[in-house]
T-cell receptor, first 118, second 112 residues
């Protein structure tokens, strides 16, 4: 079974600075997807960024980028120029690429609570 | 606007009562999911459905039931058999041909 580990329960960053959130995962598969979701105080889950395992290039979305290290099974999220609105719980998630059965489900880490200090 | 709606936002239940949480989507998504979120636990899958009139158990299905009579709707019933039902419940949906799941705003269930 796949597992996702977020080793940092809490992180803090100064406004306008850069912060990196860590995520590692365990899988025997070669094809899969990885995601970072953001959950602000409203508790609405919002997709931040996704990465296909077959792509060597790291995904970027504006101020958000990932460092995907497939061999190390590592998938960290970098937030540049942090803003107050970035304060939230961040979840790393894994999904297999194989179709059928329960393979559409997401396996989540336990989350990292990010605080942004003004 | 397309999206996922969940109702109610807050729900209180007495022990021994069944309660149904609503989830509706107008995204024309094929697959729908129910997750449970507890503090420090992340999200855990309760049930999922890939097509109308079909659904499968997730990792923590005991004490829950679902139905999928319409593509747009995937209600979750929390039965009296669920030992610790107080939690935050999130509904999600996705298309078969893509892999992102989109989430509703959630329902907070409290058992009194």
């Amino acid at each position: 079974a796949q597992t996702v580990t977020q080793s940092q329960p809490e992180m803090s960053v100064q406004e306008a600075e850069t912060v990196t959130l860590s995520c590692t995962y365990d899988t025997s598969e070669s094809d899969y997807y990885l995601f970072w979701y953001k959950q602000p105080p409203s508790r609405q889950m919002i997709l931040v960024i996704r990465q296909e395992a077959y792509k060597q290039q790291n995904a970027t979305e504006n101020r958000f980028s990932v460092n995907f290290q497939k061999a190390a099974k590592s998938f960290s999220l970098k937030i540049s120029d942090s803003q107050l609105g970035d304060a939230a719980m961040y979840f790393c998630a894994y999904r297999t690429e194989n179709s059928g059965g329960s393979n559409y489900k997401l396996t989540f880490g336990k989350g990292t609570l990010l605080t942004v200090n003004p | 606007d397309g999206g996922i709606t969940q109702s109610p936002k807050y729900l209180f239940r007495k022990e021994g009562q069944n309660v149904t949480l609503s989830c509706e989507q107008n995204l024309n998504h094929d697959a729908m999911y129910w997750y449970r979120q507890d503090p420090g636990q992340g999200l855990r899958l309760i049930y999922y459905s890939q097509i109308v009139n079909d659904f499968q158990k997730g990792d923590i299905a005991e004490g829950y039931s679902v139905s999928r009579e319409k593509k747009e709707s995937f209600p979750l019933t929390v039965t009296s058999a669920q030992k610790n039902p107080t939690a935050f419940y999130l509904c999600a949906s996705s298309r078969f041909t893509t892999y992102e799941q989109f989430f509703g705003p959630g329902t907070r269930l409290t058992v009194l």
